[in-house]
T-cell receptor
Framework: AQSVTQLGSHVSVSEGALVLLRCNYSSSVPPYLFWYVQYPNQGLQLLLKYTSAATLVKGINGFEAEFKKSETSFHLTKPSAHMSDAAEYFCAVSDMYSGGGADGLTFGKGTHLIIQP | NAGVTQTPKFRVLKTGQSMTLLCAQDMNHEYMYWYRQDPGMGLRLIHYSVGEGTTAKGEVPDGYNVSRLKKQNFLLGLESAAPSQTSVYFC????????????????FGPGTRLTVL
């Protein structure tokens, strides 16, 4: 069984500061990893995904994430926070060999990012 | 393209009432999913479908039924609503591709906010 742990249900940073959202996964097989963002009262939007092609993945809105197999981590970063980054962020995992063909995502519980002016 | 749409956006039910949530996608995706989102719980998979006429249970299927009579539509039914089913429901779809591709992203609808009194 696979699982995702997001450290910190709330993270607060100042505008212009580094954003670091942590995600650790558990999977018995090589995983595919995703970061989604959810703005208030909206659905989820894909930020970036890891599919084994490259360990450093660049996404939209200046975000990037690095896959570290030895640490089973896929932390999300952005060098300089903007007020518009305030949202809920979800890390999700889907393993390469999901049984039943579902390929359903297993989500972390989410991290609410707060940007202080 | 409208992407993934959900109907209705909001609904209030009394305990014991029934209702159906409709999800429609115009991207010709094979896979469709229903998730529920609860505070501090992330998203959890209720049911999924890998093609027209096929459905299967996800992580939290109890109290729900689904049907996929047409490729573009995925219906989620509550036969006898309970307060524990108060949640935000998200539908998602994904392209299957020529081979199983877990790394294809899921596209999410805007959600349905359901309250059961």
């Amino acid at each position: 069984a696979q699982s995702v742990t997001q450290l910190g249900s709330h993270v607060s940073v100042s505008e212009g500061a580094l954003v670091l959202l942590r995600c650790n996964y558990s999977s018995s097989v090589p995983p595919y990893l995703f970061w989604y963002v959810q703005y208030p009262n909206q659905g989820l939007q894909l930020l970036l995904k890891y599919t084994s092609a490259a360990t450093l993945v660049k996404g939209i809105n200046g975000f990037e994430a690095e896959f570290k197999k030895s640490e089973t981590s896929f932390h999300l970063t952005k060098p300089s926070a903007h007020m518009s980054d305030a949202a809920e962020y979800f890390c999700a995992v889907s393993d390469m060999y999901s049984g039943g063909g579902a390929d359903g995502l297993t989500f972390g519980k989410g991290t609410h990012l707060i940007i202080q002016p | 393209n409208a992407g993934v749409t959900q109907t209705p956006k909001f609904r209030v039910l009394k305990t014991g009432q029934s209702m159906t949530l409709l999800c429609a996608q115009d991207m010709n995706h094979e896979y469709m999913y229903w998730y529920r989102q609860d505070p501090g719980m992330g998203l959890r998979l209720i049911h999924y479908s890998v093609g027209e006429g096929t459905t299967a249970k996800g992580e939290v299927p109890d109290g729900y039924n689904v049907s996929r009579l047409k490729k573009q539509n995925f219906l989620l039914g509550l036969e006898s609503a309970a307060p524990s089913q108060t949640s935000v429901y998200f539908c998602a779809s994904k392209k299957q591709g020529l081979r199983r591709q877990s790394y294809n992203e899921q596209f999410f609808g805007p959600g349905t906010r359901l309250t059961v009194l």
